[in-house]
Structures are given as structure tokens and as C-alpha cells.
């Protein structure tokens, strides 16, 4: 099983591609998961992956289209890391890479448009890093 997990803009993040079935999914990462609603008004289940420390979403074609990791995941884009760490490092090492971002502070988020990357940073530090498929946001204000 991978333990660095390399974002792949739009694509996905290491082996999972969105796109793929659940069955292929699960198949690929051949690990415990729990299915589960994140929200009572989900209509798919999401598969957490605990031991892995993110959850993957599906469409109503149980197709992979949205990935949430956390803070124990290594989840990184070209060697740059994001979860665990102060969000200004990590926004300071993004402008070294020439990838822009748009904050939305009264969201506690950080959207890279470029990679389909957005950052939950309730405080300083980043918690969460989802990685969606194209199109999944259409510019959230």
C-alpha cells in the first residue's frame, strides 16, 4: 500500500483515478473500510478508510468522483506537502511552485483550482485536503 499518496490534478491521488468503480477501488487498496453517510441527506455511501485516514466519495453511478484525507495521510503535489502543517508555509511553498490559490476564509478553505484541491484550514493548520474531479466545484464563493 502506497504511504506517500501523489495528487494527480483532476486525475486523482496515487493508484485511485476518479471514475473507478467502488469495487474497483476497494479491490486496488485491499483494506478495511466502513461504508457509512457522512450526511443525512447523502443519497451514496462514502468508504472510510481509517487505517488509510481518508474517505472516498461516489457518484450515483458508484463511480469514484471526490477524495478526503486527514491529517495522518501523506498526501503531496511535486514533493509539496500539505496536512500538518501551518497554512502559510504550505501557501508560501505554493508560490515557489507558481500554483494559485483562492482563499475563502468564512469557509476555513483554500481552493487550488489548478490541481481540483481544496485545503480545510479551520485554524492555522491543515486538517483536511479533498481532491475532486474536474468540474465537481463550480467556483464556490
Given amino acids: 500500500m502506497e504511504l506517500i499518496w501523489e495528487i494527480k490534478p483532476y486525475v486523482g491521488m ?5 471514475g473507478m468503480t467502488k469495487e474497483k477501488t476497494r479491490a486496488l487498496l485491499n483494506a478495511e473500510f466502513v461504508s ?6 447523502q443519497v451514496n455511501l462514502t ?12 457518484d450515483n453511478n458508484d463511480e469514484l468522483n471526490f477524495i478526503e484525507a486527514f491529517r495522518k495521510c501523506d498526501v503531496m503535489y511535486e514533493g509539496m506537502r500539505f496536512l500538518n502543517r501551518d497554512v502559510e508555509q504550505v501557501l508560501s511553498e505554493a508560490r515557489t511552485k507558481s ?3 483562492r482563499r475563502v476564509p468564512k469557509q476555513g478553505c483554500c481552493y487550488f483550482d489548478d490541481l481540483g484541491v481544496v485545503m480545510y484550514v ?10 475532486y474531479k474536474r468540474n465537481y466545484y463550480i467556483h464556490p464563493n
Avoid: A, M
Avoid at 496515487?14 to 476518479?18: A, D, I, V
Avoid at 457509512?36 to 441527506?41: L, W
Avoid at 468508504?47 to 461516489?58: E, G, K, S
Avoid at 479551520?122 to 481532491?131: A, D, K, M, Y
Fill in 14 to 18: 496515487g493508484q485511485l483515478e476518479f
Fill in 36 to 41: 457509512f453517510k457522512k450526511t443525512s441527506s
Fill in 47 to 58: 468508504d472510510d478508510y481509517r487505517i488509510l485516514n481518508f474517505h472516498l466519495y461516489f
Fill in 99 to 101: 500554483l494559485g490559490y
Fill in 122 to 131: 479551520p485554524e492555522n493548520i491543515v486538517e483536511i485536503i479533498s481532491i
